[in-house]
């Protein structure tokens, strides 16, 4: 015995007192056909029975810790269990919104002419009849896509320049002034600003310089420029921020004038972040409806012309979808225009901020050989 | 002294030096005046409620009883959706920052974002076409086992189109709002504190609470203050989900309205001095999320100063 | 294409602080002269007023004269951009334009300013900016790639001849090789006698061989403790600076006593 110098054992005994290894699995499996026993006996929904689950195994693997390995890793096994349990949790919203969204949206966006139709002439009796006879489903979406890209083009074209300029100002300019400081709280105060309040100052605005009622697309772009704005400034003061200081210097030490360097060498470095940012900042803004809901109103029909008429937008043509169906009695048909449209929104939100990464990584600055 | 060579001037590049820092310089000023004009705006625009005979103002009794039920249903609204998002969010967070895989994190963080992204419309039309219908039985359950308690009082609506359901929409919506900011933080504690801990012995839970959590806890608190600032001012998820009606104390029946949904709701189709009263209710929003995110902006502030983060 | 500098009763603040005080010191036209000291002794700051690069730092100034041939850069009516393309800059580490091609590195002081500038001539002026840079030969075939997937001796090497492409009187290089491994360095040390030809050229390093390598005249600056000023304590040809020094700081510093 004492010429072994490494005892044989069984386990070392820097595992001793420890779950085995696959102890998560045998609980997991016991707390799932436990689940499934329990909502037999109460009625089964896949829902129950996952939520049953989770907490027969969450208590299985804490108590069966607090017995083999004690109170201490016992906790650390409960906070594991709570925080994945929590992300799980997270997910479920995602998963059931998009899932609605698709199941609900696809007839609608599927119709013949959804895409291409607007809703003008469109009544309460031709939903009755496409209910009651079957008829096909009339009226489309194509005025609020004009209306929503029109509305955001413009607020677009307002906010990146004064954005961008704003954030050229605090990072180059600024350097710490009672103005920059002012500038950079204030815009933090902004980002704060409820939609549904920016869309009431553009109303308010125009009700007193263009007159009680004054109701457009251009009301709508100058809403929608209050909530961009102070995202592109913080989105693309962070970018010109991470430009080197050594390229600025290397600009200036050729004798190059400040005002080029920003504009050809800082602006070109950074662009990638800066267009990324932009482009997130355009998809939180078309999904906005209470800001357009008082500002353009709503319309049935296709207006090209954002500086007089009502206009309508995506989200607004869902909210009124919903809200007041064409047809009161058989909401059906306006129902499934509205989630044509929510469709088609999310497709849109979706591929902006798919379209950010890949700005992103394109024009980011080349390296290699 | 002759200096020629040297001043020597080349006119354009500096006109252009000067024009163009201008252009900034008035860029950020426009922002300044926005900010100003927005309030400037709505007070002028207000006022004619404010001073507006009492039995004009809709309810008959002046604007101050009009508005306190919208602003203690907005608050109510508000507090269900942090309430139900803050643990979640913070769970959410610390997975990401120190529970998943390291190279699953950044895709996970970016599932979370993709809450952030989808419009606030959507979350409404699913919360009164989907939740409300769903949830409506676990209300029935409340309302007959927890009726002692006031906000759970029955009978409970049956379309299930409550200030809860509509809470717990508005939790969904926060929800990555407070996360990110928290994942933010949790990130920056200190490896050299962590290590620490976990030298010392500690689980993963207990270096956690020994580290993480305190130093992220100013940052926690001003995402959950910004969270609220978002639920605050959120309109279309109450809009469409809730059927408001007058204040109530109880969750799960029909009332109770938010200030943002009242105007949503009254705007297009108000004219004359009901225009005022609902550009006033704007104000009262807009002063009210104004003092709660200058707090939370402040909190971060101070934070900076002494974490040595950033 | 060179010109001499002559400084009097230079100061250099920042905000309050006074970081080096009374520089006098004449830099002949067409040498190298070198500028060694402990860190933290002034001399990157005052190599950077000799082109008013300091301005760039917030809360920078001088008092004194800087005199180019006689021109006083402080003058009234003195534009900073001007000084500036007279006299270039080579900073510590390598820094090419990212978004830039080698060519358009070369370029890059002609085409920001907007120049008109043919191709023709623009070829020329990018072989022979190149070419005086030593880098000809080693990306002659590959003008249109990236700068910045070029080696660090390389880039620095490029930085160079970007600052050469303005034809510059005077270059002024601060620690140009402390990013370097010893092989760079060496293509370095032996452009800046190549470039001694031609310009006037000013170099700071810590590296007191580099100094007695490169240099015709070297300049020890020192700090009498923290939150003292940086001085000039002695100027001269460098093999007396490092064979012979009159001041004993001076002694002590080149024989590796301190700093």
Same mark, same amino acid.
């Given at each position: 015995m004492?010429?072994?110098?490494?005892?044989?054992?069984?386990?070392?005994?820097?595992?001793?007192?420890?779950?085995?290894?696959?102890?998560? /699995?045998?609980?997991?499996?016991?707390?799932?056909?436990?689940?499934?026993?329990?909502?037999?006996?109460?009625?089964?929904?896949?829902?129950?029975?996952?939520?049953?689950?989770?907490?027969?195994?969450?208590?299985?693997?804490?108590?069966?810790?607090?017995?083999?390995?004690?109170?201490?890793? %016992?906790?650390?096994?409960?906070?594991?269990?709570?925080?994945?349990?929590?992300?799980?949790?997270?997910?479920?919203p995602?998963?059931?919104?998009?899932? &609605?969204?698709?199941?609900?949206?696809?007839?609608?966006?599927?119709?013949?002419?959804?895409?291409?139709?607007?809703?003008?002439?469109?009544?309460? %009796?031709?939903?009755?009849?496409?209910?009651?006879?079957?008829?096909?489903?009339?009226?489309?979406?194509?005025?609020?896509?004009?209306?929503?890209l029109l509305?955001?083009?413009l607020?677009?074209?307002?906010? +990146?320049?004064?954005?961008?300029?704003?954030?050229?100002?605090?990072?180059?300019?600024?350097q710490?002034r009672?103005?920059?400081? %002012?500038? &950079?709280?204030? +815009?933090?105060?902004?980002?704060?600003?409820?939609?549904?309040?920016?869309?009431?100052?553009?109303?308010?605005?125009?009700?007193?310089v263009?007159?009680?009622?004054?109701?457009?697309? %251009?009301?709508?772009?100058?809403?929608?420029?209050?909530?961009?704005i102070?995202?592109?400034?913080?989105?693309?003061?962070?970018?010109?921020?991470?430009?080197?200081?050594?390229?600025?210097?290397?600009?200036?030490?050729?004798?190059?004038?400040?005002?080029?360097?920003?504009?050809k +060498?800082?602006?070109?470095?950074?662009?990638?972040?800066?267009?990324?940012g932009?482009?997130?900042?355009?998809?939180?803004?078309?999904?906005?409806?209470?800001?357009?809901?008082?500002?353009?109103?709503?319309?049935?029909?296709?207006?090209?012309?954002?500086?007089?008429?009502?206009?309508?937008?995506?989200? &607004?043509?869902? /909210?009124?979808?919903i809200?007041?169906?064409?047809?009161?009695?058989?909401?059906?048909?306006?129902?499934?225009?509205?989630?044509?449209?929510?469709?088609?929104?999310?497709?849109?939100?979706?591929?902006?901020?798919?379209?950010?990464?890949?700005?992103?990584?394109?024009?980011?600055?080349?390296?290699?050989? | 002294?002759?200096?020629?060579?040297?001043?020597?001037?080349?006119?354009?590049?500096?006109?252009?030096?000067?024009?163009?820092?201008?252009?900034?310089?008035?860029?950020?000023?426009l922002?300044?005046?926005?900010?100003?004009?927005?309030?400037?705006?709505?007070?002028?625009?207000?006022?004619?409620?404010?001073?507006?005979?009492?039995?004009?103002?809709?309810?008959?009794?002046?604007?101050?009883?009009?508005?306190?039920?919208?602003?203690? $249903?907005?608050?109510?609204?508000?507090?269900?959706?942090?309430?139900?998002?803050?643990?979640?969010?913070?769970?959410?967070?610390?997975?990401?920052?120190?529970?998943a895989?390291?190279?699953?994190?950044?895709?996970?963080?970016?599932?979370?974002?993709?809450?952030?992204?989808?419009?606030?419309?959507?979350?409404?039309?699913w $919360?009164?076409?989907f939740?409300?219908?769903?949830?409506?039985?676990?209300?029935?359950?409340l309302?007959?086992?927890?009726?002692?308690?006031?906000?759970?009082?029955?009978p409970?609506?049956?379309?299930?189109?409550?200030?809860?359901?509509?809470?717990?929409?508005?939790?969904v919506?926060?929800?990555?709002?407070?996360?990110?900011?928290?994942?933010?933080?949790?990130?920056?504690?200190?490896?050299?504190?962590?290590?620490?801990?976990?030298?010392?012995?500690?689980?993963?839970? !207990?270096?956690?609470?020994?580290?993480?959590?305190?130093?992220?806890?100013? $940052?926690?608190?001003?995402?959950?203050?910004?969270?609220?600032?978002?639920?605050?001012? !959120?309109?279309?998820?109450?809009?469409?989900?809730?059927?408001?009606?007058a204040?109530?104390?109880s969750?799960i029946?029909?009332?109770?309205?938010?200030?943002?949904?009242?105007?949503?709701l009254?705007?297009? !189709?108000?004219?004359?001095?009901?225009?005022?009263?609902?550009?006033?209710?704007?104000?009262?929003?807009?002063?009210?999320?104004?003092?709660?995110?200058?707090?939370?902006?402040?909190?971060?502030?101070?934070?900076?100063?002494?974490? $040595?983060?950033? | 294409?060179?010109?001499?500098?002559?400084?009097?009763?230079?100061?250099?603040?920042?905000g309050?602080?006074?970081?080096?005080?009374?520089?006098?010191?004449?830099i002949?036209?067409?040498?190298?002269?070198?500028?060694?000291?402990?860190?933290?002794?002034?001399?990157?700051?005052?190599?950077?007023?000799?082109?008013?690069?300091?301005?760039?730092?917030?809360?920078?100034r001088?008092?004194?004269?800087?005199l180019?041939?006689?021109?006083?850069?402080?003058?009234?009516?003195?534009?900073?951009?001007? #000084?500036?393309?007279?006299?270039?800059?080579?900073?510590q580490?390598?820094?090419?334009?990212?978004?830039?091609?080698?060519?358009?590195?070369?370029?890059?002081?002609?085409?920001?300013?907007?120049?008109?500038?043919?191709?023709?001539?623009?070829?020329?002026?990018?072989?022979?900016?190149?070419?005086?840079?030593?880098?000809?030969?080693? #990306?002659?075939?590959?003008?249109?790639?990236?700068g910045?997937?070029?080696?660090?001796?390389?880039?620095?090497?490029?930085?160079?001849?970007?600052?050469?492409?303005?034809?510059?009187?005077?270059i002024?290089?601060?620690?140009?090789?402390?990013?370097?491994?010893?092989?760079?360095?060496?293509?370095?040390?032996?452009?800046?006698?190549?470039?001694?030809d031609?310009?006037?050229?000013?170099?700071?390093?810590?590296?007191?061989?580099?100094?007695?390598?490169?240099?015709?005249?070297?300049?020890?600056?020192?700090?009498?403790?923290?939150?003292?000023?940086?001085?000039?304590?002695?100027?001269?040809?460098?093999?007396?600076?490092?064979?012979?020094?009159?001041?004993?700081?001076?002694?002590?510093?080149?024989?590796?006593?301190?700093?």
């Amino acid at each position: 015995m004492t010429s072994t110098l490494t005892p044989v054992r069984k386990r070392s005994a820097l595992t001793k007192g420890q779950l085995p290894k696959t102890a998560p /699995y045998i609980v997991l499996a016991v707390a799932l056909i436990l689940g499934a026993a329990i909502l037999a006996l109460i009625g089964f929904n896949a829902f129950g029975w996952g939520l049953v689950s989770a907490i027969l195994f969450a208590a299985g693997l804490v108590g069966w810790s607090l017995v083999v390995e004690g109170s201490r890793k %016992a906790k650390d096994k409960l906070a594991t269990c709570l925080v994945v349990g929590s992300f799980l949790i997270a997910l479920l919203p995602l998963v059931s919104v998009i899932w &609605t969204v698709l199941v609900n949206g696809l007839p609608g966006l599927l119709d013949p002419g959804f895409l291409t139709t607007s809703m003008n002439g469109v009544t309460g %009796a031709f939903d009755n009849k496409t209910v009651e006879q079957g008829a096909p489903l009339l009226g489309g979406i194509y005025h609020a896509i004009v209306g929503t890209l029109l509305i955001t083009v413009l607020a677009t074209l307002i906010s +990146v320049p004064v954005g961008l300029l704003t954030a050229i100002y605090l990072v180059e300019y600024g350097q710490d002034r009672a103005l920059a400081r %002012a500038i &950079t709280f204030f +815009v933090d105060v902004m980002t704060g600003i409820p939609s549904i309040v920016a869309g009431l100052f553009a109303a308010a605005a125009f009700f007193a310089v263009v007159g009680p009622g004054t109701k457009t697309g %251009a009301v709508a772009a100058v809403a929608l420029s209050v909530l961009m704005i102070p995202v592109v400034v913080r989105s693309s003061e962070e970018m010109l921020k991470i430009v080197p200081n050594e390229l600025r210097e290397a600009a200036y030490a050729l004798g190059v004038r400040k005002w080029r360097t920003i504009l050809k +060498v800082v602006l070109p470095t950074a662009i990638s972040g800066i267009a990324s940012g932009i482009t997130l900042a355009i998809a939180r803004v078309i999904g906005e409806t209470a800001p357009i809901l008082v500002t353009a109103g709503f319309a049935t029909t296709i207006n090209t012309n954002v500086f007089s008429g009502w206009m309508a937008s995506l989200p &607004t043509f869902i /909210y009124t979808q919903i809200l007041n169906p064409t047809s009161p009695s058989n909401p059906d048909p306006s129902s499934e225009r509205a989630w044509g449209a929510a469709l088609v929104l999310i497709i849109l939100v979706m591929l902006l901020n798919l379209g950010a990464r890949l700005v992103a990584s394109l024009f980011a600055p080349k390296t290699g050989r | 002294m002759t200096t020629t060579s040297l001043t020597k001037s080349r006119g354009a590049g500096h006109t252009g030096d000067k024009v163009f820092s201008a252009a900034t310089l008035a860029a950020g000023c426009l922002i300044l005046a926005v900010l100003f004009g927005v309030a400037l705006f709505l007070v002028v625009q207000a006022i004619p409620a404010l001073v507006a005979p009492a039995d004009q103002i809709q309810g008959g009794e002046g604007f101050f009883t009009y508005i306190w039920p919208l602003v203690i $249903g907005t608050l109510i609204a508000a507090v269900i959706a942090l309430v139900i998002a803050t643990p979640l969010a913070i769970g959410v967070a610390l997975f990401i920052s120190h529970f998943a895989p390291r190279n699953l994190a950044s895709g996970l963080g970016y599932v979370v974002d993709l809450l952030a992204a989808i419009p606030s419309v959507v979350y409404g039309a699913w $919360g009164v076409a989907f939740l409300a219908k769903e949830i409506s039985p676990s209300y029935d359950w409340l309302a007959k086992n927890m009726g002692w308690l006031p906000i759970f009082q029955g009978p409970a609506s049956a379309t299930g189109k409550t200030i809860l359901t509509a809470g717990i929409v508005l939790a969904v919506m926060v929800l990555p709002i407070i996360t990110s900011l928290t994942r933010e933080i949790f990130l920056q504690t200190p490896k050299l504190h962590e290590e620490a801990a976990l030298a010392l012995g500690a689980t993963r839970w !207990e270096m956690i609470r020994m580290t993480v959590l305190p130093f992220g806890r100013p $940052g926690i608190i001003s995402a959950v203050m910004l969270g609220l600032g978002r639920a605050l001012g !959120e309109t279309m998820a109450v809009a469409l989900v809730l059927s408001s009606g007058a204040l109530t104390a109880s969750l799960i029946q029909t009332g109770n309205q938010t200030i943002a949904a009242e105007i949503a709701l009254n705007f297009p !189709e108000a004219s004359g001095l009901k225009v005022n009263t609902l550009i006033a209710a704007g104000l009262v929003l807009f002063v009210i999320t104004l003092g709660v995110n200058v707090i939370a902006r402040g909190i971060i502030s101070r934070h900076k100063e002494f974490s $040595g983060a950033n | 294409m060179s010109k001499r500098i002559d400084v009097k009763d230079l100061n250099v603040y920042y905000g309050k602080f006074l970081a080096v005080e009374d520089v006098n010191i004449n830099i002949d036209a067409k040498s190298v002269t070198a500028f060694i000291g402990p860190s933290g002794c002034g001399k990157s700051t005052f190599l950077r007023t000799l082109n008013r690069m300091h301005e760039v730092i917030p809360g920078a100034r001088v008092e004194g004269e800087v005199l180019l041939d006689g021109d006083n850069l402080y003058g009234p009516g003195v534009d900073p951009v001007t #000084v500036r393309s007279q006299i270039g800059m080579v900073f510590q580490r390598p820094n090419p334009f990212p978004t830039m091609s080698i060519r358009d590195n070369v370029l890059a002081g002609v085409k920001l300013n907007n120049k008109k500038i043919s191709k023709g001539e623009a070829d020329v002026l990018v072989e022979r900016s190149l070419q005086g840079a030593n880098l000809w030969n080693e #990306v002659k075939d590959r003008l249109s790639k990236p700068g910045s997937g070029l080696s660090g001796g390389q880039q620095q090497r490029l930085c160079i001849a970007r600052a050469i492409a303005v034809e510059p009187q005077v270059i002024l290089m601060d620690e140009p090789c402390s990013a370097l491994d010893p092989i760079s360095t060496l293509a370095i040390e032996d452009l800046i006698n190549e470039l001694k030809d031609q310009y006037t050229v000013v170099i700071v390093t810590h590296n007191m061989q580099q100094a007695a390598r490169v240099s015709d005249k070297t300049a020890f600056f020192n700090i009498a403790g923290t939150g003292k000023p940086g001085k000039l304590i002695e100027f001269g040809d460098t093999p007396t600076i490092f064979s012979n020094p009159t001041e004993k700081a001076t002694e002590d510093y080149v024989s590796g006593r301190f700093g």
